[in-house]
């Protein structure tokens, strides 16, 4: 039986399809959900979007934040009586590792898209990771389109 769930997301539909995994987990299992999403380190803190006519400065923490609020009001309309959430500083790997550990999680479930090409190869993917470092339960998700 699985007590804590710990569940990331980057708020991409793929990472969605993910979420909605561990929230129907949460919900059979009467587990807490605990979410994560991780924003890049303080030297990159505030990232420079140029759009068409002007350069707009994002701050990534209050982005992770706005995503895992949403995701967090979803699992609970859905009826998960525990959820909570954090924002990480890190690449996305280290944060759900670090969120699982001291969460002391019973399973993190993540989805098996990530990085792709040239940065995958060269970082590793983070579902790969992750299910190499993790002190417990990994549930990778298929979060292909065409997926059931």
Request: hydrophobic share 45%; with cysteine; proline share 1%.
């Amino acid at each position: 039986m699985f007590r804590t769930v710990v569940a990331g997301t980057d708020g991409s539909a793929r990472a969605d399809r993910a979420v909605q995994e561990a929230i129907d987990l949460c919900k059979s299992q009467g587990a807490r959900l605990h979410l994560v999403a991780a924003f890049g380190d303080t030297e990159r803190h505030w990232e420079s979007i140029q759009t068409s006519r002007e350069v707009a400065t994002v701050d990534l923490r209050t982005v992770a934040e706005s995503v895992l609020a949403r995701e967090a009001r979803k699992a609970e309309e859905q009826g998960v009586a525990a959820v909570d959430w954090a924002a990480r500083e890190g690449t996305a790997a280290e944060a759900i590792l670090d969120a699982a550990a001291s969460e002391s999680a019973d399973v993190i479930v993540i989805g098996n898209k990530g990085l792709t090409g040239k940065k995958r190869f060269l970082l590793g993917g983070v579902p790969e990771k992750i299910s190499r470092h993790a002190k417990c339960s990994v549930m990778i998700v298929n979060t292909d389109s065409d997926s059931p």
